[in-house]
Nanobody, 123 residues
Framework: VQLQASGGGLVQAGDSLRVSCAASGRSFSSYSVGWFRQAPGKKREWISCISNGAVGSYHANSVKGRFAISRDNARNTVHLQMNNLRPDDTAVYYC?????????????????WGQGTQVTVSS
């Protein structure tokens, strides 16, 4: 499975942005998918995940209520809708896929990673 993250950009605080993760590979629908981010000088952190059948999705407390993850298995795509963005959301956003069918948080449980897309939120 190869993952390609896209949709990042420069926005102002309070704006919305949707980043997407496009996957190649016929078995993508069997993978759970997560989003992580890494801000300058900080460790990469998990922020959201969705199970393979989109039955379950979870978000970190820092983005809960503002971000929403969704997936379209017919198009091998996972989206992360980000609303009410804040300057502390500035980071490189990575998508990752896990062979586990349920939502997972730990980085080591993910098997494939995208290259990341930069999101910058100005105040």
């Amino acid at each position: 499975v190869q993952l390609q993250a896209s949709g990042g950009g420069l926005v102002q605080a309070g704006d919305s942005l949707r980043v997407s993760c496009a996957a190649s590979g016929r078995s993508f629908s069997s993978y759970s998918v997560g989003w992580f981010r890494q801000a300058p000088g900080k460790k990469r952190e998990w922020i959201s995940c969705i199970s393979n059948g989109a039955v379950g999705s979870y978000h970190a407390n820092s983005v809960k209520g503002r971000f929403a993850i969704s997936r379209d298995n017919a198009r091998n795509t996972v989206h992360l809708q980000m609303n009410n963005l804040r300057p502390d959301d500035t980071a490189v956003y990575y998508c990752a896929a896990s062979r586990l069918e349920y939502c997972v948080v730990e980085e080591h449980t993910y098997d494939y990673w995208g290259q990341g897309t930069q999101v910058t939120v100005s105040s």
